[in-house]
């Protein structure tokens, strides 16, 4: 590289939480600049899937269910395209820890999109409370990241 690599940017955390991963997810989740509404979105999900769970553990918070989600959604390997005298192959690599978190977060919020409820609320919420359980169409995606990189184990000596 000719230039020196850029400087991470500083982001603050979420005014409710004092978190930096809820904002990092609301930043992910904002479109067109709206963050406000973004951060609405995102904590009334929350409090949704808190009272959704609240039957089966009164003492869990929305927080701790998110994290819960994102846990089980983050991927540790996935594969990247190499190749290799004329021929691709499905390399297996580590995820490093923000591109882990980064992809979790993306799913998601991607899968949430894609559910069939009415509002984004309702969608983010039932997508977190899903993977919460290990269950859902990000976990899947997690999973199927995961088979790929396992069927393609022979092919981790072309990592370089």
């Known amino acids: 590289m ?3 690599k850029p400087k991470k940017r500083e982001i603050l955390p979420d005014p409710k939480f004092g978190d930096m991963v809820v904002t990092k997810f609301v930043n992910n989740l904002m479109e067109s600049g709206k963050k406000s509404i973004a951060y609405s979105i995102f904590y009334s999900a929350l409090e949704r899937a808190e009272e959704k769970l609240r039957k ?4 869990i918070s ?3 269910i998110f994290k819960k989600a994102l846990a089980n959604v983050t991927p ?3 594969v990247k395209s ?3 005298g004329g ?3 499905q390399v297996p690599t580590e995820v490093r820890p923000e591109r882990k978190q980064s992809l979790a977060m993306k799913w998601l919020i991607l899968y949430a999109r894609r559910r069939n409820e ?5 969608k983010l919420a039932n997508e977190i409370i899903a993977a919460s359980k290990g269950e859902g ?3 899947k995606k997690k999973d199927d990241t995961h088979r790929m990189a396992e069927a393609n184990k022979a092919f981790s000596h072309f990592r370089f």
Do not use: H, Q, Y
């Not at 089966?56 to 003492?59: E, V």
């Open 56 to 59: 089966d553990d009164p003492t």
């Open 76 to 78: 540790a390997v996935e």
């Open 2 to 4: 000719r230039k020196r």
């Open 62 to 64: 929305g927080l701790e």
């Open 118 to 122: 009415r509002t984004m609320m309702d």
């Open 82 to 84: 190499r190749r290799v």
């Open 87 to 89: 021929a691709n192959f």
């Open 137 to 139: 169409a990000a976990v």
